[in-house]
C-alpha cells in the first residue's frame, strides 16, 4: 500500500522498533524485592500452585494473558504474507488489547500453516494464558482449528473474524435500524464472502433474527443443494440462509437488498450499479481492509443511505477493534471457559446501546474506541447471563 499514510506508518515503525515490550510491574532493587520476586522466596509460591493449580489465576498474570496466534495466511485484504510479516498486525493488536482493555497480550506467529501443529502448539503454551485469540489464520482452516481447540483446551478461544467482525457488525445493524426505522428480521441482508468472517456474521445475524439472509463466494450465492466449491461450514450456511432458494452471482441477489455486508477480502468487487439496485437507502458496509469491496464516496453518489467500512480513514468504522479489547477484558475477569452466541448477542446489543438516541446519527453509528462506558455497558450486560450460560 503506498500513500501517505503507510509512509508515516513504516516511519513510525522504524522509529519504535517493534510497539510493544514485556515489563515488570515492581523494581527488584527497591526494597530488595529480588529475593521474594526470585529465588529464594519464587519457591514458597511454585509449591502452592504445584498442591493448587487453580491459585495460578491469583499468583501469576496467567488470568491477564492472551496469546495472539496467527500463521500469517490471511493477513488484512494482503492474503498470505506470513509469519514475518503478520507481526506488525499482531503488535498492534496487542497495543489495542493493553491501551483499551488493560490485557496483556502478545504475538505468537507461528512458522508453520500445518493445522495440527498448530493446535498442538496452542495447546503447548496454554499454561501461560488466560485465552486464546486467533487472528489472521485462513479459512475454513482456521474455524477446524476453533472447534478442536474449544474440545481440548481449558480457557476461552476468541476467533476475531468470526466472533469480533460479527459483534461489531450486528451492533452497526442494530442502530443502522434504529435509524431507518426498518425492521432486521424481514430485511434482506446480503453478505459477501463465506469465509470465517462471514460465516460468524451469518450465524449471530440468524441468531439475532434474521429471516432473509444471502451469503455469495467467488462462486456466487450459497444455497441448499450447491455442490461447488462448498464445505461443511458453507453447508451449515446452506441450511440457514437463502430461504427463497435465489441462485446467481453478487450482483443478481444485490437485486432488492436492504443492507450488503462486505468481507470477501476483494477491493473494487462492488460498482455503484449494484448500489443503485438495490432498495431505496440501502445500509452499505464495505468492510475489507486496507481497500474496501466499494468506496464510501461511490456508495454514498449511488444511494446510499449509511455507509460504514473497516478503515479508520471514514466515519462508521465497523472494526473488530471495537471489541476485542473489552470483551476480552469481560472473558477474563469472568473466567469464561468458552465463547457463547449468548455472550455475542449481549456484547453486540451493550455496544449498540453505548450511543445514545441524542448521538446517533448516519454518520454515527458506533461509538468512539475511547468511550468508557463501552466497557461499563459490556462488563454489566455480561454480568445478567447466567453462570451456567458463560461458563458451557
Same mark, same amino acid.
Given at each position: 500500500?503506498k500513500s501517505?499514510?503507510g509512509?508515516?506508518?513504516?516511519?513510525l515503525?522504524?522509529?519504535?522498533r517493534g510497539?510493544?515490550?514485556?515489563?515488570?510491574k515492581?523494581?527488584v532493587?527497591?526494597n530488595n524485592?529480588i529475593?521474594l520476586?526470585y529465588?529464594?522466596?519464587v519457591?514458597a509460591?511454585?509449591e502452592k500452585?504445584?498442591?493448587?493449580?487453580n491459585?495460578?489465576?491469583?499468583l501469576?498474570?496467567?488470568?491477564?494473558?492472551v496469546?495472539?496466534v496467527?500463521?500469517?495466511?490471511?493477513?488484512?485484504?494482503?492474503?498470505?504474507?506470513?509469519?514475518?510479516a503478520?507481526?506488525p498486525?499482531?503488535?498492534?493488536?496487542s497495543?489495542l488489547?493493553?491501551?483499551?482493555g488493560?490485557?496483556?497480550a502478545f504475538?505468537?506467529?507461528?512458522?508453520?500453516?500445518?493445522k495440527?501443529?498448530?493446535?498442538?502448539?496452542?495447546?503447548?503454551?496454554?499454561?501461560v494464558f488466560?485465552a486464546?485469540?486467533?487472528?489472521?489464520?485462513?479459512?475454513p482452516?482456521v474455524?477446524e482449528?476453533s472447534?478442536?481447540?474449544?474440545k481440548l483446551?481449558?480457557?476461552?478461544?476468541f476467533h476475531d473474524?468470526?466472533h469480533?467482525?460479527?459483534?461489531?457488525v450486528l451492533?452497526?445493524?442494530?442502530? +443502522?435500524?434504529?435509524?431507518?426505522k426498518?425492521?432486521?428480521s424481514?430485511?434482506?441482508?446480503?453478505?459477501?464472502?463465506?469465509?470465517s468472517?462471514?460465516?460468524?456474521?451469518?450465524?449471530?445475524?440468524t441468531?439475532a433474527?434474521?429471516?432473509n439472509?444471502?451469503?455469495t463466494?467467488?462462486?456466487g450465492v450459497?444455497y441448499?443443494g450447491?455442490?461447488?466449491n462448498m464445505?461443511?461450514?458453507?453447508?451449515e450456511l446452506?441450511?440457514?440462509?437463502?430461504?427463497?432458494?435465489?441462485?446467481?452471482?453478487?450482483g443478481?441477489?444485490?437485486?432488492n437488498?436492504d443492507?450488503?455486508?462486505g468481507?470477501?477480502?476483494? +477491493?473494487n468487487?462492488v460498482? +455503484?450499479?449494484?448500489?443503485?439496485?438495490?432498495?431505496?437507502?440501502p445500509?452499505?458496509?464495505?468492510?475489507t481492509?486496507?481497500?474496501?469491496e466499494?468506496q464510501p464516496d461511490v456508495?454514498k453518489k449511488a444511494?446510499?443511505?449509511?455507509?460504514?467500512?473497516?478503515?479508520?480513514?471514514y466515519?462508521?468504522?465497523?472494526n473488530n477493534?471495537?471489541?476485542f479489547p473489552?470483551?476480552?477484558?469481560a472473558i477474563l475477569?469472568?473466567?469464561i471457559k468458552?465463547?457463547?452466541?449468548?455472550?455475542?448477542?449481549?456484547a453486540?446489543?451493550?455496544i449498540?446501546?453505548t450511543? +445514545?438516541s441524542?448521538?446517533?446519527d448516519?454518520e454515527?453509528?458506533?461509538p468512539?474506541?475511547?468511550?468508557?462506558?463501552?466497557?461499563?455497558n459490556?462488563?454489566k450486560?455480561?454480568?445478567?447471563?447466567?453462570?451456567?450460560k458463560l461458563k458451557s
Open positions: 500500500m501517505k499514510i509512509d508515516e506508518a513504516i516511519a515503525h522504524k522509529k519504535l510497539k510493544i515490550i514485556v515489563k515488570g515492581i523494581s532493587l527497591k524485592k529475593k520476586i529465588t529464594p522466596g519457591a509460591v511454585c500452585i504445584y498442591r493448587n493449580p491459585l495460578k489465576y491469583e501469576t498474570s496467567k488470568w491477564n494473558n496469546a495472539i496467527t500463521d500469517g495466511t490471511r493477513i488484512l485484504g494482503l492474503g498470505n504474507i506470513g509469519p514475518d503478520a507481526l498486525v499482531m503488535e498492534g493488536k497495543v488489547y493493553q491501551e483499551f488493560g490485557v496483556s504475538p505468537i506467529c507461528l512458522n508453520t500453516t500445518k495440527d501443529e498448530i493446535i498442538t502448539t496452542i495447546r503447548a503454551i496454554e499454561p488466560g486464546i485469540n486467533l487472528e489472521d489464520i485462513e479459512s482452516k474455524l482449528i472447534e478442536e481447540l474449544e483446551i481449558s480457557i476461552p478461544v473474524d468470526r469480533g467482525t460479527a459483534v461489531v451492533a452497526a445493524l442494530i442502530n +443502522s435500524f434504529r435509524l431507518l426498518k425492521d432486521m424481514s430485511s434482506k441482508i446480503v453478505i459477501a464472502g463465506a469465509g468472517a462471514g460465516y460468524g456474521i451469518a450465524k449471530l445475524l441468531a433474527g434474521c429471516k439472509l444471502l451469503v463466494d467467488s462462486g450459497i441448499k450447491r455442490t461447488e464445505n461443511k461450514y458453507k453447508d446452506a441450511d440457514i440462509t437463502n430461504p427463497k432458494k435465489e441462485k446467481g452471482m453478487l443478481d441477489v444485490l437485486v437488498g443492507v450488503f455486508i468481507v470477501s477480502g476483494r +477491493s468487487l460498482n +455503484s450499479i449494484m448500489i443503485q439496485k438495490m432498495k431505496p437507502n445500509i452499505v458496509f464495505s468492510l481492509n486496507p481497500n474496501p466499494i456508495a444511494g446510499a443511505k449509511i455507509m460504514a467500512t473497516g478503515s479508520y480513514l466515519p462508521n468504522k465497523v477493534a471495537l471489541v473489552h470483551l476480552m477484558r475477569d469472568k473466567r468458552k465463547i457463547t452466541t449468548d455472550i455475542l448477542l449481549v453486540a446489543n451493550a449498540a446501546n450511543v +445514545s441524542k448521538d446517533l448516519y454515527h453509528i458506533l468512539e474506541m475511547e468511550d468508557k462506558k463501552i466497557q461499563k459490556l462488563s450486560a455480561l454480568a445478567g447471563i447466567s453462570t451456567k
